[in-house]
């Protein structure tokens, strides 16, 4: 029975014994190898097709381009104990096992290069620095969303956008109690803004955001005036509070099947 090289035995069904731990990897480091095959394979079934015996002795073959690199590969994982161990030996250890100065070069790189690949690509960012790019958005990304819903457009130096997200409810309704008194209700109001507040300033620095604007999306059954001053406590004091945190508030807008209210437009207090 072949093992899982080409010529070699399958150790344990004849009775031998299992390698144990501190054994080299490989049996033997022969016989010559197939570069043809080898590249046919990785363009037909991808690089995840071959073994790590079989990757080190690809990355081999520019600095050896006439000789079989199985051999040489094999024993680099025999004496290092892994692919990873190979490719994150430095130069010298390497030249010491026989490997090229042309080789080294390209086996150390190869750490470098995977870190690059998993570093996330940056999005590019939308760029929301004038009324036009707003109410685009607001048009493209709004139309389908709740009715009620007050939304947070949180941006940087350059008015992109960082992140939309809503303002839950709950940060906004005050809790009253059944029987309240006017002074207990208009403290549970004001309890309620400066949550919001809070929580509208807490993630812009947590953004890193050096401006916000904040949007309503008006029930059907309010009119876009009655909105604007119903949000006006809650805009006025984001006004007060945001300065302190070197957070710019561009607007407040109130939508509604298409149309729209500016608080910096309106006259409202700014």
Avoid at 92 to 115: C, E, F, I, K, N
Wanted: glycine residues 8%; hydrophobic residues 45%.
């Amino acid at each position: 029975m072949n093992g899982p090289f080409t010529g070699e035995k399958a150790e344990g069904a004849e009775g031998k014994a299992a390698p144990v731990a501190g054994d080299p990897v490989f049996a033997s480091t022969g016989p010559k190898g197939h570069r043809q095959r080898m590249r046919q394979r990785v363009l037909e079934r991808g690089a995840a097709s071959l073994a790590d015996y079989e990757i080190l002795e690809m990355l081999l073959f520019p600095g050896v381009p006439r000789r079989d690199t199985k051999p040489q590969a094999k024993a680099l994982i025999n004496h290092f104990g892994s692919l990873a161990a190979v490719l994150e030996a430095p130069a010298d250890a390497l030249r010491q096992q026989g490997v090229g100065p042309a080789s080294a070069r390209l086996l150390t790189l190869m750490p470098g290069v995977a870190h690059c690949m998993a570093i996330p690509k940056e999005q590019a960012r939308l760029t929301l620095g004038s009324w036009d790019a707003l109410l685009e958005y607001c048009d493209e990304h709004y139309a389908t969303l709740p009715a009620g819903q007050m939304r947070v457009l949180f941006l940087d130096s350059r008015n992109q956008l960082l992140s939309d997200e809503e303002v839950r409810a709950a940060d906004e309704a005050p809790v009253f109690q059944q029987g309240a008194s006017k002074a207990q209700t208009a403290k549970a109001t004001a309890e309620a803004l400066r949550k919001a507040v809070a929580f509208l300033l807490q993630r812009a620095l947590s953004l890193h955001a050096s401006a916000l604007i904040t949007i309503r999306l008006t029930p059907a059954a309010m009119g876009l005036d009655h909105q604007m001053g119903m949000d006006a406590p809650l805009i006025q004091m984001v006004l007060k509070e945001a300065p302190l945190l070197a957070v710019d508030v561009h607007d407040h807008l109130v939508l509604k099947n298409g149309e729209w209210r500016s608080f910096r437009l309106v006259g409202q207090e700014w």
